[in-house]
């Protein structure tokens, strides 16, 4: 079957109660992160969580199955979580449905794959297995996410500090989840006690903003900045900022820029494209000059290549967590260059 991403959050436990297989794709990665725990949260008993790579599942098409009609080691339940990338589990599932034995439920959340992969064509028709394509929300939708988060775990918030949240994570939805919990925490706040925050409040746990979080450790990176990054990347060691959060937020900036690549077509009015965006409130002001200069970099088949690289970027830091700051400054070093010398190309021409 196949869900779209406005009903999916209300019928997230019917889905968890009828499927066995969960295939959530598109470019909100995070979008798509976030329904898997909620798919997980709501099924009947999910047990221990086993998580196999995608890649992984490519060289051994056989071990989804495997996996998931064996037992733990003491008998209790468990679900498998794969991350994925495009069509790479499509083997994988096509031998899961062949196996004969009950199978516990598997997640796949896949980057890079839409709808139309011909892994979702194989699943959508099933009435044991959910597609669903999860799009970049843009600040308003996010700002009533984080409402909705927030209402959840008895915190009230001013559609102010709502923004302000969405702004911060940079339209990351498990970002933004951790800020609200961060925040409930704080304010010993539940659904049945719940209590009102201010910005003193947010301010008191430390939450990053824009101007002293991750954001200018990504626009260093993509708008070509090479003498400001090596800065941006000591100040995120310095104090102690989180390298797969800030590759979360590259990949999300990665997603509007394909948006609005997609939105301008052949078109080259970058600026009157930045101004109606703008206008409709789909981007904040303070975002403006970065989302213009980049744009004028990545295109074509450049926003193709930057898509897969930061793809690969984000799963390869959580396969090495002790390399992360490491892997990630060499990547986001080779990128800024790129952008420095495309920029530099195009400003001679």
């Known amino acids: 079957m196949k869900a779209t991403q406005r009903d999916f959050p209300a019928a997230a436990s019917k889905f968890a109660r009828q499927c066995h297989v969960f295939f959530l794709c598109g470019p909100d990665e995070s979008g798509a992160s976030a329904a898997a725990d909620a798919i997980c949260a709501a099924l009947p008993d999910a047990g221990e969580r086993v998580e196999l790579a995608g890649a992984e599942l490519k060289r051994d098409p056989v071990l989804l199955g495997d996996e998931a009609r ?5 008998g209790d339940a468990r679900h498998i979580f794969v991350r994925a990338n ?3 589990l499509l083997d994988a599932v096509g031998n899961f449905f062949l196996g004969s034995g009950e199978a516990c439920p598997v997640l796949i959340v896949a980057s890079g794959a839409t ?5 979702a064509k194989l699943l959508e028709k099933r009435p044991d297995a959910l597609v669903a394509m999860f799009y970049p929300p843009d600040l308003r939708s996010m700002t009533g996410t984080v409402r909705d988060l927030a209402d959840a775990a008895g915190v009230r918030l001013s559609g102010d500090l709502a923004e302000r949240i969405a702004r911060a994570s940079g339209l990351d939805q498990r970002l933004a989840l951790s800020e609200v919990t961060k925040l409930a925490l704080y304010l010993d706040a539940s659904p049945a006690a719940p209590r009102t925050a201010n910005l003193e409040d947010w ?3 430390g939450a990053a903003t824009e101007e002293d979080g991750f954001m200018p450790i990504v626009n260093a990176a993509l708008s070509g900045q090479v003498k400001r990054l090596p800065g941006e990347l000591a100040r995120m060691r310095e104090v102690g ?3 797969v959060a800030v590759a979360l937020a590259v990949e999300r900036r990665t997603a509007h820029l394909a948006q609005l690549a997609a939105k301008l077509g052949r078109s080259n009015d970058i600026g009157g494209l930045i101004d109606a965006e703008k206008a409709a409130r789909r981007i904040f002001f303070k975002e403006e000059r970065d989302l213009r200069d980049q744009l004028r970099v990545w295109r074509g088949k450049r926003l193709d290549r930057l898509v897969a690289r930061v793809t690969a970027l984000h799963r390869n830091l959580l396969g090495n967590s002790q390399s992360a700051e490491l892997l990630l400054a060499q990547e986001l070093t080779e990128i800024a260059s790129f952008a420095a010398n495309s920029a530099s190309r195009q400003h001679k021409a």
């Open 86 to 88: 495009g069509d790479e």
């Open 70 to 74: 064996s037992s733990s080691l003491f």
């Open 115 to 119: 709808d139309k992969s011909r892994t």
């Open 241 to 243: 900022i989180n390298a």
């Open 203 to 205: 301010n008191e746990i």
